[in-house]
């Protein structure tokens, strides 16, 4: 499912690796336990720039950086890269909301959690 029939990664697999990216440096941060913590971000909004292709075996890294930061609201760019080159491959933007994990409803983006997503402002 990962490659397509001309021979690169399918382009759904894009927002896959975008989601995947976000998701563990939440993680790594102690912004996010996936099981426990009483909110969550949910993606609201994705797009992609593709500029070439991803090829598999090759490994996929990202980088990522805050375009915005709302009051509940926080706009990603997601660079991905092909092995060891330099120039992006897709360019992603991902656009996640502040949920109470039972109600859904948007909370605001607390000082401590603002404070470390301030360090990936653009």
Not at 35 to 60: D, N, R
Not at 110 to 118: H, N, Q, T, Y
Request: charged share 20%.
């Amino acid at each position: 499912m990962d490659v397509d029939i001309y021979g690169h990664v399918n382009n759904v697999q894009y927002l896959s690796f975008f989601d995947t990216a976000v998701n563990a440096w939440y993680v790594g941060k102690g912004l996010l336990d996936p099981v426990k913590s009483s909110e969550i971000f949910l993606v609201v909004e994705t797009g992609c720039h593709y500029f070439a292709e991803l090829t598999f075996p090759s490994m996929v890294s990202a980088g990522l950086r805050i375009e915005k930061l709302g009051s509940s609201s926080v706009v990603f760019t997601v660079g991905l890269f092909s092995g060891e080159q330099s120039d992006t491959a897709a360019l992603g933007r991902f656009v996640h909301v502040l949920v109470d994990r039972e109600t859904r409803r948007p909370v605001p983006i607390g000082d401590a959690k603002r404070e470390v997503l301030s360090g990936l402002l653009a």
